[in-house]
C-alpha cells in the first residue's frame, strides 16, 4: 500500500480515525508562534497520578521523562490546577466531581510532527509506515453538524457567582490579595466524539496552542491562546495573558473595543501584576541576573476576542530539568491571583468544583529534551455523554461584576459557537 507521507494532513488522518487508535494526542496551532504540530497515538507507556495522591510528583514526573528521553520518544501529557496547590501546600476542599488524574502523561514511539506544507514521520517501528497506510484508506467521516445534545449553560446561578465575586472582592479590600482569578463551569451533553468536537473546535477557534488528549474514560479539547513555559537550549520563556474584549461585528466598532483595551488602566495594573509575578517565579530557577521582560504588553486578536499579553525569558539553571522548572511554575500565575499562594487559598474557599486539568497545563517534550506547554484555559473536558467547559478572569479592585461575569462567557465563545 503507498501513500505519500510527505504530504500528509493532520485533519485528513483525524478524520480517519476509529477505535483501534488508543489515547490519540494531538498538538497544533494556527500561526509560527504556537507549538510545533504534532500527533502520536497508541503510547508504549503512560504515567497517571490519581486525582487524590497528595504528595509531590516531581521524583515520578522526572524519572518517566528521563525514561522516555533515553528510548527516543515524544511525551504528551497534563499537569492538572491541583499539582500546583499541592507544591504551595495548600489542602483543597473543594469536590472534586470529575476525579480526573492529578497528572497524566504519555510516551510515544512513533509520531507525526506538521509544517506548513509538509510532515515528516517519526517512525520508532517498522510497522508505523503501514499502519498510518492503512488509516488513510479509510473513508473520510465529516464532522457532525450538531454538537451537543443539551448546549453548554452555567452550572451555577448568577446569585451564586455574584456571591462568590462579592467574597473575593471583600478579601481584596481587606488587603489579603490584589488579584484572583474567579472561574465557573459550563456543562452539557454531547453524543459527539471529543475527537471530532476538537476538529471542530480547532478550525474554528484560530488559537496557537490547541490540543486534544484521549485519556482513559475522559477526554480533552483545549483551545487555549496562552503558552504558560517554553524551554529550548536552555532558554526558558513565558507569555502570561491578562486583559480580555470581544470582537467588534465592524471594523469601527472593534477597533472601538481593541482601543478600550489597548487604554484600560485595570487591564494594564492586571498584567503588570502576573508579569511581575512570573518574573519572580522564573527567578527562582533561573541563572541569576537573566530574567528579562521582552515584551510588556502586547494585544493579539482572536476570532471573537481581543487579549493583551507579556513575554518573560530567562536562563535555566543547569541543575534543573525541564518537567521540574514547569512543575515548580505550577500553576500559572494569570490563572491564580496576587501572591500565588493566598489567591490559591481564596479560590478554593469561593469556587464550587475542584477544578483538575482546567488552568492546569497540557505540555509536550520531545526527545532532544525542548519543552512547550499552554496554560488549560478555553478547556473542555469530556466523560461519557457530559462536558465540562470552565470559564474565569482575574477579580481586582475596581473590578465589577456585570462585566466579569460578561467576560467570562465572552471566553467560552470558540466552543459556544460552534452548534449549529
Not at 147 to 153: A, D, T
Not at 286 to 303: A, D, F, H, N, Q
Request: glycine fraction near 6%; include cysteine.
Amino acid at each position: 500500500m503507498s501513500i505519500n507521507l510527505v504530504k500528509l494532513k493532520l485533519e485528513d488522518i483525524l478524520a480517519r480515525f476509529d477505535s483501534n487508535e488508543k489515547h490519540v494526542s494531538v498538538i497544533t496551532r494556527t500561526t509560527k508562534n504556537g507549538w510545533q504540530p504534532m500527533l502520536a497515538w497508541n503510547p508504549i507507556d503512560i504515567l497517571a497520578i490519581p486525582y487524590d495522591d497528595v504528595s509531590d510528583p516531581t521524583e515520578r514526573l522526572e524519572l518517566f521523562m528521563t525514561q522516555q528521553k533515553n528510548a527516543g520518544r515524544l511525551v504528551i501529557g497534563y499537569l492538572s490546577y491541583d499539582v500546583g496547590c499541592i507544591l504551595h501546600n495548600v489542602t483543597l476542599h473543594t469536590q472534586d466531581d470529575l476525579r480526573t488524574p492529578l497528572a497524566y502523561v504519555m510516551g510515544f514511539a512513533n509520531w507525526i510532527s506538521f509544517d506548513a506544507a509538509t510532515s515528516s514521520v517519526h517512525a520508532g517501528s517498522d510497522s508505523f509506515e503501514d499502519e498510518i497506510a492503512h488509516i488513510m484508506a479509510r473513508p473520510f467521516t465529516k464532522i457532525p453538524l450538531k454538537m451537543y445534545r443539551k448546549g453548554l449553560s452555567p452550572s451555577w446561578s448568577q446569585e451564586s457567582y455574584n456571591q462568590a465575586y462579592a467574597r473575593v472582592h471583600d478579601y481584596i479590600e481587606a488587603g489579603d490579595i490584589y488579584q484572583a482569578n474567579l472561574t465557573h463551569r459550563l456543562e452539557g451533553t454531547t453524543d459527539v466524539r471529543g475527537i471530532d468536537i476538537f476538529r471542530k473546535v480547532s478550525a474554528d477557534s484560530h488559537a496557537d496552542f490547541q490540543s486534544y488528549i484521549g485519556g482513559d474514560n475522559f477526554e480533552i479539547i483545549s483551545a487555549s491562546p496562552e503558552r504558560f513555559v517554553r524551554i529550548a537550549d536552555g532558554t526558558i520563556q513565558t507569555m502570561p495573558v491578562k486583559g480580555t474584549r470581544g470582537r467588534g461585528a465592524n471594523r469601527g466598532k472593534d477597533n472601538l473595543l481593541r482601543r478600550d483595551l489597548e487604554t484600560s488602566l485595570k487591564d494594564k495594573a492586571e498584567l503588570d501584576m502576573i508579569t511581575d509575578l512570573m518574573r519572580n517565579d522564573l527567578g527562582m530557577i533561573s541563572k541569576i541576573g537573566s530574567v528579562k521582560v521582552v515584551e510588556r504588553r502586547v494585544l493579539t486578536k482572536y476570532p471573537t476576542l481581543w487579549h493583551a499579553h507579556s513575554e518573560i525569558r530567562a536562563t535555566l539553571r543547569d541543575d534543573i530539568s525541564p518537567i521540574a522548572a514547569l512543575i515548580s511554575l505550577m500553576p500559572g500565575g494569570s490563572i491564580t491571583g496576587c501572591p500565588k499562594k493566598r489567591a490559591i487559598e481564596i479560590i478554593d474557599k469561593v469556587e464550587a468544583t475542584r477544578r483538575g486539568v482546567y488552568t492546569g497545563s497540557i505540555f509536550t517534550i520531545n526527545p532532544s529534551g525542548e519543552l512547550d506547554s499552554n496554560i488549560a484555559i478555553r478547556t473542555m473536558i469530556k466523560k461519557s455523554d457530559k462536558i465540562y467547559l470552565s470559564v474565569g478572569g482575574g477579580v481586582v479592585y475596581d473590578s465589577t461584576q456585570i462585566q466579569e461575569y460578561k467576560e467570562s462567557l465572552q471566553k467560552a465563545a470558540s466552543f459556544l459557537h460552534i452548534d449549529s
